[in-house]
């Protein structure tokens, strides 16, 4: 979703936003635009790719300090207009902003009987017009001011024309980290844009202001309070991720998947004491059996994670547990348990939804561990405490090396929380088994992944598709739809397989395409009896199932076999020929697989 990019320092300011915006595009974006210094400030903006701005900006001044945004739009069109940067009306202030304002309607209104003409439909466009109107001379005071107006979220950068000696950077929910290099500070909405200068870094947090310049930054809060700087060193893995030799990042990154599973349980899987070890939980063994209910909090894919490791949990370690949707979970007035556990579960760690969730379960006094990927995200941040992924940086919009990584993460957890209870030495050591093993099975069916082709054929031109699981296989099926919509557009939707015949069995047809994830699991039986209601509606089945399942096999048109595995570890497996079906799908349909249509990659809005 949005990026900005803020830079002040020695070198051309432009090449310096471009590759700021280029290293951000991963995040969907629709325009982008750019802000020079100058008399009066120099501005440029172009709807599409960042390679559309390079075009646009290929006359700029000379200058050593500018501010550069990629906009996901959310308040009006896709337009150049609409695109930020946003300047007040004599071009002297420019403003990039993420985030949402409130209330615009009411702050536009007023604006215009002051006599402002506004230029593009955004809700951003206030902010350069009510700095203007506080402006005194002092442009931290007018941020300031004007911010005191502002309902919503923001995470803003503003360029005075006035004051070439600073950059005034404001954070309420949407993030902004600084980084502090030798003679040049950079601002971005995510330390992607910032680690190729320094990984010396100050994150802002909410209601606070920074001013910038060469020499570094000074923060405030928005009322003016002092506020302590502290300047991390940033780690993790920011390098821009290249394809190697794939076509598109989404199959990299589904066939990385034996390596990113293997890089969650390393070092965290005791064999021969049958437990996990999961140091950044901080939890003891006492701590641990204290816990009572489990909450998995996400959205999307890191949602339908939740699920399966929800299952496991329950399965596994007796405590009950489930997953809820972040952005419907936080505005429901949650009761938050003392004994519950919590889990944020996010890739990006930028969900505004599930960061969202997490600060009411805070407020209530909760306890939440983050599971999640980018390391030093705002979501692992502010949860403190956790687990990493390890995953490596997911490039395509649709998710998929991270839901088997969250799974596995999940599932290191519940051998911890199983082994605090009652799962004996002997269990714990066969469920230590089975995950060690993960990798080579996840490894095993990309080697060999059966006539996914075929099974394409079914799918591309259909109306509908269905998409049906028991058990563990629930999540994989909600997980298998949401990719074949993502990246394919091909109209879809997943149920329980035993809830078909309460509905969406008058969808069945002649040739209706119907993927049933059928495991060798407890499940399997009853889910037999339900592939055998969808082929007597003369539906065309794409099961995948445990290798050496004639029987499913049997009654399917295309067959899907994926190597045996242990029930509550089969997401690991099951879900990758349904990753695979939605890019070839989307291949065969002339999708744009690694950025498909709206999405985005970091949600950064509510
Ligand atoms: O970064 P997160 O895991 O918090 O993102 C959550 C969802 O936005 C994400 O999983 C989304 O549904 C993906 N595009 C799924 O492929």
């Known amino acids: ?14 090449p310096v936003l471009l590759e700021g915006l280029r290293r951000l595009e991963y ?79 009411a702050l536009r209104a007023q604006l215009t009987s002051e006599g402002v003409a506004f230029r593009s439909e955004t809700d951003t466009e206030v ?92 923060v405030r809060g928005l009322d003016g309070a002092p506020v302590d700087l502290n300047v991390e060193l940033i780690d993790g893995d920011y390098d821009v991720a290249n394809r190697e030799g794939f076509p598109h990042f989404m199959l990299k990154e589904i066939h990385e998947q034996p390596r990113s599973v293997r890089r969650c349980l390393r070092g965290r899987v005791q ?63 949650p009761i938050v348990m003392r004994d519950a556990l919590f889990l944020a579960i996010s890739q990006s760690g930028e969900t505004a939804d599930t960061l969202g969730a997490i600060q009411e379960v805070q407020l209530k006094g909760g306890e939440v561990l983050g599971v999640v990927n980018v390391v030093g995200s705002t979501i692992a941040r502010t949860c403190g405490r956790g687990v990493y992924l390890h995953s490596g940086p997911e490039v395509a919009v649709a998710s998929t090396k991270a839901f088997t990584s969250q799974v596995t993460a999940l599932l290191l957890l519940t051998l911890m929380l199983a082994r605090t209870r009652d799962l004996s030495l002997p269990r714990g050591q066969e469920v230590a088994e089975a995950l060690a093993s993960a990798p080579e099975k996840v490894a095993h069916y990309l080697a060999n992944p059966g006539p996914v082709d075929a099974a394409v054929e079914l799918i591309r031109d259909a109306r509908y598709v269905l998409f049906l699981g028991r058990g563990f296989s629930f999540p994989v099926a909600l997980e298998g739809a949401l990719k074949l919509k993502e990246v394919a557009y091909v109209p879809c939707e997943a149920y329980p397989a035993g809830e078909m015949k309460h509905g969406p069995i008058a969808m069945l047809e002649q040739g209706t395409p119907v993927v049933c994830v059928v495991p060798q699991d407890a499940q399997r039986d009853k889910a037999i009896s339900n592939m055998r209601e969808v082929q007597a509606r003369g539906a065309h089945i794409i099961a995948v199932h ?61």
């Open 127 to 218: 902010l350069p017009h009510l700095v203007r109107r506080h402006y005194e001379g002092d442009p931290v005071d007018a941020v300031q001011r004007a911010l005191a107006h502002i309902r919503g979220t923001y995470g803003i950068v503003v360029l005075f024309a006035d004051h070439p000696e600073l950059l005034v950077v404001a954070r309420n929910g949407s993030p902004l980290v600084v980084g502090v290099g030798e003679g040049e500070t950079v601002v971005a909405s995510d330390p992607q844009a910032v680690v190729q200068h320094t990984r010396r870094v100050v994150y802002l947090q909410d209601r606070e202001l920074a001013v910038v310049t060469r020499a570094g930054v000074e």
């Open 546 to 606: 445990t290798e050496g399942d004639d029987e499913v096999a049997s009654l399917a048109t295309v067959s899907l076999p994926v190597p045996p595995i242990a029930d509550f570890a089969s997401p690991l497996v099951t879900v990758l020929p349904l990753q695979l079906l939605a890019y070839q799908a989307g291949i065969a349909l002339g999708r744009d697989v690694d950025k498909p249509r709206n999405l985005a990659k970091s949600v950064t809005v509510e």
């Open 1 to 14: 979703m949005c990026g900005i990019v803020g830079y002040i320092g020695v070198k051309p300011a432009l």
């Open 27 to 105: 995040r969907g974006y629709d325009s982008a635009g750019v802000a020079l210094l100058g008399e009066p400030l120099w501005l440029r903006r172009a709807v599409g790719r960042v390679s559309d701005l390079v075009q646009a900006a290929r006359e700029a001044p000379e200058a050593t300090v500018g501010i550069a945004h990629t906009r996901w739009a959310t308040h009006g069109g896709v337009t150049e207009a609409n695109a930020h940067p946003h300047l007040d009306a004599a071009s002297r202030i420019a403003v990039v902003h993420n985030g949402i304002i409130e209330n615009m309607t």
């Open 271 to 333: 064999s021969e004491d049958g437990m996990a070890k999961l140091g950044g939980f901080q939890m003891t063994p006492r701590d641990l059996a204290a816990i009572q209910r489990i909450v998995c909090i996400g959205c999307g894919t890191s949602y339908h994670a939740g699920m399966a490791g929800a299952m496991a949990i329950e399965a596994l370690a007796r405590i009950p547990a489930r997953a809820e949707i972040a952005s419907e979970f936080r505005h429901r007035h």
